[in-house]
């Protein structure tokens, strides 16, 4: 545990735990826990009412959120069935059934008609599409909503010469989203060095 992780709270909850400890073992990335901080300050802050996170996974930021906020609910979409058939046990689990809406889909194909609209888009699915996410579920954000991307910092990679052709491609997509956001007309987004790097976009 860091200095930092001490001084902030966590929920002390041993399904997150269990989590945790599944994620590290399958190596399942999840929020990193100051990513995880700072969601729960915007929560505190603007105490959205519904909350959309694009990647799932096994369900640990979705299940934290809705576990922080008695009156959150959190649509999340997750295209890998193994994943998300876990994401479906650990919210049972948590008794988030009726707080947490799992979408077994590819957030770029799923109909948007089948979703609600937001306060806070939460944005950790593949690194290369986040672009295509933002524009996507941009019209879904409820007036005064924010749209949140994680690991806009790629583990400080995109500037790293020396990496395989596979990270360079997403490297670069990554960085073409940085300058998105901030050549963003619509859009005012706010970047901090929290986590992997986190982008607090709101619109003009
Ligand atoms: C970083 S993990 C999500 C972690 C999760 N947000 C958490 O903190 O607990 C990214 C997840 O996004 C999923 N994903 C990637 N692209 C997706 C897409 N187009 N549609 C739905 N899920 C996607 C991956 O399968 C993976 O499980």
């Given amino acids: 545990m860091t200095y930092l992780e001490y001084l902030n709270t966590y929920l002390k909850l041993e399904l997150i735990e269990e989590i945790e400890e599944d994620a590290k073992i399958n190596k399942v990335p999840i929020i990193s826990k100051d990513s995880l901080s700072f969601l729960f300050m915007l929560i505190d802050l603007k105490t959205p009412k519904r909350v959309l996170e694009i990647g799932t996974a096994i369900g640990y930021c979705a ?9 959150l609910i959190v649509d999340s979409i ?3 069935e193994e994943l998300f058939s876990k994401a ?9 059934e009726k707080r947490i809406n799992l979408y077994l889909a590819d957030a770029l194909t799923i109909d948007n ?5 937001y306060d806070l888009i939460f944005i950790d699915g593949a690194k290369a599409q986040y672009e295509k996410f933002f524009n996507k579920f941009k019209s879904l954000l ?7 991307s994680d ?8 500037f790293e ?7 360079k491609g997403l490297t670069s997509k990554l960085k073409k ?12 987004t706010y970047f901090f060095q929290i986590g992997d790097g986190i982008g607090v976009s709101v619109k003009k």
């Fill in 63 to 71: 299940i934290n959120l809705a576990s922080f906020d008695d009156d």
């Fill in 151 to 158: 690991n806009l910092l790629f583990h400080n990679l995109l």
């Fill in 78 to 80: 997750e295209r890998d």
């Fill in 88 to 96: 479906k046990l650990n919210v049972s689990e948590a008794n988030l």
């Fill in 113 to 117: 008609s089948e979703l609600k609209t």
């Fill in 177 to 188: 989203y940085n300058l998105f956001l901030k050549e963003n007309e619509e859009f005012k």
């Fill in 161 to 167: 010469e020396n990496v395989s052709k596979n990270v």
């Fill in 142 to 148: 409820n007036e005064g909503g924010i749209i949140v």
